[in-house]
């Protein structure tokens, strides 16, 4: 049993849609990281959310960490082609522990 | 160039056989750690490290060994590799374990 749940696993839609991807769990985090990963590559970090409620933007991405700190959300205004990737929310249960990553979301944005 | 490097980045070996994957960071970031990735799965630890000569077991750490006899460094051993450790593993280093790892780009190992 995943202790992270991502959905939905894959996602293919046109350039200049909006998405969101979502991360849920049953365990409450300290903190909860997202990252973009492309084919070849490791895991690269786009943010970290620790408060409950937070809400944090990078460019047309849009994160957001639930009140009770057990689900997470990344929306994508407009989506571009650059977007395509794997996309894997990462949870530490408390403070300096490991972090427990999701499978994963599958975008493809295609032109 | 500062970063995390992992080399090779593509391994065939055969069952049985002995496989030593090499990770070096250059930020002298204290905590590192060792992943594979598999479809299905996701990311799974296999064994981390949170200073030299300190080094912990993660969720799949079966065989498996790992050193780290400088800070920089942390390789990964399979000591008789088997066909299910076919994977892509990944490095990774953090500064104190929290606030975000840095990946390495990953070794595509294939066990025949």
């Known amino acids: 049993t995943q202790l992270l749940e991502q959905s939905p696993q894959f996602l293919s839609i046109q350039e200049g849609e909006n998405l969101t991807v979502y991360c849920n769990s049953s365990?409450?985090?300290?903190?909860l990281q997202w990252y973009r990963q492309e084919p070849g590559e490791g895991p690269v970090l786009l943010v970290t959310?620790?408060?409950?409620?937070e809400v944090k933007k990078l460019k047309r991405l849009t994160f957001q960490f639930g009140d009770a700190r057990k689900d997470s959300s990344l929306h994508i205004t407009a989506a571009q082609t650059g977007d395509t990737g794997l996309y894997l929310c990462?949870?530490?249960?408390?403070?300096?522990?490991?972090?427990?990553f999701g499978e994963g979301t599958q975008l493809t944005v295609n032109p | 160039d500062a970063g995390i490097t992992q080399s090779p980045r593509y391994k065939i070996t055969e069952t049985g056989r002995q496989v030593t994957l090499m990770c070096h960071q250059t930020?002298?970031?204290?905590?590192m750690f060792w992943y594979r990735q598999d479809l299905g799965h996701g990311l799974r630890l296999i064994y981390y490290s949170a200073a030299a000569d300190i080094t912990d077991k993660g969720e799949v750490p079966d065989g498996y060994v790992v050193s780290r006899s400088k800070t920089e460094n942390f390789p990964l051993t399979l000591e008789s590799a088997t066909r299910s450790q076919t994977s892509v593993y990944f490095c990774a280093s953090s500064h104190q374990g929290i606030y975000g790892y840095t990946f390495g780009s990953g070794t595509r190992l294939t066990v025949v």
């Open positions: 930020w002298s970031h204290s905590y």
């Open positions: 990462a949870g530490e249960r408390t403070s300096g522990s490991r972090l427990t």
């Open positions: 365990s409450v985090f300290s903190s």
């Open positions: 959310v620790v408060t409950g409620g």
